[in-house]
């Protein structure tokens, strides 16, 4: 515990189940006061959290919120999610809920809590996603808008400069509560597992981790970054199509 992060206040959006719950208690861990912002509180309680009702999507209901805090050291936009839609399965009216969820709530919330940030001199971390940074079939409306926060991250980290640092978590396969079902079960979930070099996804833990960091003294001059957190990221599958296995590519063969 970093007793330096004592008494700051730290909102935590989607706080409430997967990896925003991780990210709660990870910061109730190290002493600050948590809220937890959600349209539903959580099944169970976290300790050291405090919930907070609250529908993103309603820009003067995410104002009067922040407007109403004491202080605010801390805003973690992890809010977000989709789910599996082919393009052509929907119209476009319905694609642009996706966005609004993962790009245009987090700018509501970070533009609502400017003004304490400015005033305590804290951060905001962004919860991306790697699929911001690769063809997302069956999600493509999700990684545009995660593309769209990474670079919504550095142009605010660059106005925003110095009084408010802002970064942004770059996050690839975490395994929650709805991973094995996602997956296809305990099967799927074991192979896709494979397919990431450390073997393995990341727990809401690791995620965690990573938020408290860019949110601590240790990373006071680090702004306008991104961070990955994806286990090494995928294994090409050019390696598996030529059978290398080793991942040494042969010589001359390397562009």
């Known amino acids: 515990m970093d007793d330096r992060r004592d008494g700051r206040v730290v909102v935590v959006t989607g706080g409430t189940r997967g990896v925003g719950a991780g990210i709660a208690r990870a910061f109730a861990a190290a002493g600050a006061r948590v809220l937890a912002c959600a349209r539903r509180p959580p099944e169970r309680a976290l300790p050291g959290v405090e919930f907070a ?3 993103l999507r309603d820009p003067p ?3 009067a919120f922040f407007a109403a805090l004491p202080r605010l050291d801390v805003l973690v936009n992890n809010a977000g999610g989709t789910p599996y839609r082919l393009l052509t399965d929907a119209d476009a009216e319905r694609h642009a809920r996706v966005i609004e969820l993962n790009l245009l709530t987090p700018l509501t919330a970070s533009l609502a809590a400017h003004g304490q940030l400015r005033r305590t001199r804290g951060c905001v971390v962004m919860v991306g996603s790697v699929s911001g940074g690769r063809p997302s079939p069956g999600s493509a409306a ?6 769209g926060l990474e670079n919504l ?3 605010m980290a660059v106005e925003w400069a110095p009084e408010v640092r802002v970064n942004t978590l770059v996050v690839g396969m975490v395994r929650t509560e709805a991973s094995a079902p996602h997956y296809g079960g305990p099967d799927g979930l074991a192979a896709v597992s494979r397919t990431v070099p450390l073997g393995r996804l ?3 833990a690791d995620v965690a981790g990573a938020a408290v960091f860019l949110a601590s003294g240790e990373a006071a001059y680090i702004s306008g970054a991104s961070l990955l957190v994806h286990g090494g990221g995928e294994r090409p599958a050019f390696l598996d199509a030529a059978g290398t ?4 590519p042969t010589e001359g063969d390397t562009r």
């Open 202 to 204: 990341a727990t809401p």
């Open 245 to 248: 296995g080793t991942g040494h």
């Open 53 to 55: 009702p609250l529908d």
């Open 142 to 147: 999700y990684g545009a808008a995660k593309a």
């Open 61 to 63: 209901a995410v104002r």
């Open 153 to 155: 991250a550095a142009s």
